[in-house]
């Protein structure tokens, strides 16, 4: 992929990063509230599993 084209297609991503950085700002989760912490986590994973990626939890 030349630079060009991956600029481009980063630039087309640039409102769907947005978005997902709404999202994340407006999840409350401060960090004593363990299972609040995990809703941020448990949002990526989905983001990643929805784009074929995957995820496991490290939580105890």
Same mark, same amino acid.
């Given at each position: 992929? $030349?630079?060009?084209?991956?600029? &481009?297609?980063? $630039?087309?991503?640039?409102?769907?990063?947005? $978005?997902?950085?709404?999202?994340?700002?407006?999840?409350?989760?401060?960090?004593?509230?363990? &299972?609040?912490? $995990? &809703?941020?986590?448990?949002?990526?994973?989905?983001? &990643?599993?929805?784009?074929?990626?995957?995820?496991?939890?490290?939580?105890?």
């Amino acid at each position: 992929m $030349d630079c060009e084209k991956l600029f &481009a297609t980063i $630039d087309g991503l640039y409102e769907s990063y947005l $978005d997902i950085w709404e999202d994340v700002c407006n999840i409350e989760s401060p960090t004593q509230e363990k &299972a609040r912490v $995990d &809703a941020v986590g448990k949002y990526f994973s989905d983001i &990643a599993e929805k784009h074929g990626g995957r995820s496991r939890s490290l939580s105890r």
